[in-house]
């Protein structure tokens, strides 16, 4: 119960991160528009680890014996189904850090639009790992 506080206030200041960037922006109109802006995506980026630290610090399931020798059916599906959402949560994680990246060094590097189809690729590649099994 108390890693489920923890993850819920951690959840929390998350998501008040993620509504209060913008006002970052309003209130450091009268600075350089490239500080507000990275301010803006630090604070993006500082909200998304803190919910990727989230997800992967939770607790795995865990079946035990005496349960597994009983319902090994519905023991193997729940098992699968916690990989699969696990596995979708890191490539949503990962997903939204590259874009984030993507973004910075469009503005800031003076990149050009290939960034973007990197940036796809590096998703795409990783989905593919995921899909073959080699990423747990």
Known sequence: MKEKKKRALMIT???ALYIMSPVSMILGSHLS???TITIFFTEIALATSILIYSEMTKSKYYATSAKRADD???????EKNYIGSRNRAI???VSAIAWTLGI?????VDANLLIFILCWAVIRLLK????LGEVK
């Open 33 to 35: 528009g490239e500080i």
């Open 128 to 131: 593919s790992f995921m899909e």
């Open 104 to 108: 910075l060094f469009f503005f800031f």
């Open 72 to 78: 090994t059916i519905i023991e193997e599906i729940k």
């Open 91 to 93: 490539l949503r994680s």
């Open 13 to 15: 200041i998350a998501v």
